[in-house]
């Protein structure tokens, strides 16, 4: 089974307001890493978080990691239409190793 | 896409066809992969590789070989495609010191 479980599956909401997708993950990790993919195309790196972090930010992106429930966050700040699109966390067993990827948050922004 | 080419974009194929994918990079980079996007299952890995020759299995690698002879190519073979293979594949490739993946755009593989 994956190692990272995403949810929301889906999330819509309005422009501007903010957008939170939450990734749980059952092994320890080395990194927690945000894909976004739009549609027809691949995905695209957002942001590495490791284990020994807690908080990351990133222009609009926050992401936190609490490896106590083998969790994460993605918060998305002042949602635009442009942000639509599939997210997905994927997490490193160690340093290097091949990530796994969860099922994604496919978020809808409407404007 | 971070000179990643993937080809062809879109195939269709008839059931027991041998079909081959073709990943090609212009970054050097030593690791390359393969993975399968299907709805309900996310990204999986097919194979990946990690230099000239040295590939190994992912989590669904039966019915799949790859070969890697030179550092920009990466080929991914259906022996003899099936209906359950249809999906749409990516590849990814990654740098020695870095540990985010850059993806290509996909290859929309369907068997008939």
């Known amino acids: 089974s994956q190692q990272g479980e995403e949810d929301p599956q889906a999330l819509s909401i309005q422009e501007g307001e903010n957008a939170t997708m939450n990734c749980s993950y059952k092994?320890?990790?080395?990194?927690l890493q945000w894909y976004r993919q739009n549609s027809g195309r691949g995905l695209v790196h957002l942001i590495l978080?490791?284990?020994?972090?807690r908080e990351k930010h990133s222009g609009r992106l926050r992401v936190t990691l609490d490896t106590s429930k083998k969790s994460s966050s993605l918060l998305i700040t002042a949602s635009r239409a442009a942000d639509t699109a599939s997210y997905f966390c994927?997490?490193?067993?160690?340093?290097?190793?091949?990530?796994?990827f969860g099922e994604g948050t496919q978020l809808t922004v409407n404007p | 896409d971070a000179g990643i080419t993937q080809s062809p974009r879109h195939k269709v194929t008839e059931t027991g066809t041998p079909v081959t994918l073709r990943c090609h990079q212009t970054?050097?980079?030593?690791?390359m992969y393969w993975y399968r996007q299907d709805p309900g299952h996310g990204l999986r890995l097919i194979h990946y590789?990690?230099?000239?020759?040295?590939?190994d299995k992912g989590e669904v690698s039966d019915g799949y070989s790859v070969s890697r002879s030179k550092t920009e190519d990466f080929l991914l073979t259906l022996e003899s495609a099936t209906s359950s293979q249809t999906s749409v594949y990516f590849c990814?490739?990654?740098?020695?010191?870095?540990?985010?993946?850059?993806f290509g755009s996909g290859t929309q593989l369907s068997v008939l």
């Open positions: 990814a490739i990654r740098g020695a010191a870095n540990e985010k993946l850059f």
């Open positions: 092994t320890s990790i080395n990194n």
């Open positions: 978080i490791r284990s020994n972090e």
């Open positions: 994927a997490t490193a067993l160690a340093s290097g190793s091949r990530l796994t």
């Open positions: 970054e050097n980079h030593r690791y």
């Open positions: 590789s990690y230099g000239v020759k040295d590939t």
